[in-house]
């Protein structure tokens, strides 16, 4: 597999580095795992700190686009990602508010 950074972008505030890399493999998609310790090893940092946000494959192509979080500490990622979920989880409670609310009419 040979990953390429195609765009890096500084988000001080989320405190991370938000990359777009292109992935030329040989054989099934490589994993997250596998994605995750190839960009660590270039960034020079330790595997725990940074986050594949997706991973994009064409039918038939042995090339894809991930876009990867990379942040300043394990604590910083933590933080994000339960922010996230909670992000996540009160979106689907206003849709399924909005889905019950149309149903009853």
Known sequence: MK???KKQK??????RKEIEAELVFTGPTPSKDAVKN????QMKVKA????????????GQ???????YV??????????VELNKKH????????DAKNSAGAKE
């Open 10 to 15: 500084d988000s001080p505030l989320l405190r």
């Open 62 to 68: 042995q090339a894809s686009k991930a876009v990867i």
């Open 88 to 95: 996540v989880e009160k979106l689907k409670k206003i849709e």
């Open 48 to 59: 725990d700190v940074v986050e594949i946000k997706e991973i994009r494959t064409v039918f």
């Open 3 to 5: 990953l390429t950074i």
């Open 71 to 80: 942040y300043t500490d394990a604590a910083s990622k933590k933080e994000m």
């Open 38 to 41: 190839d960009i660590a090893g």
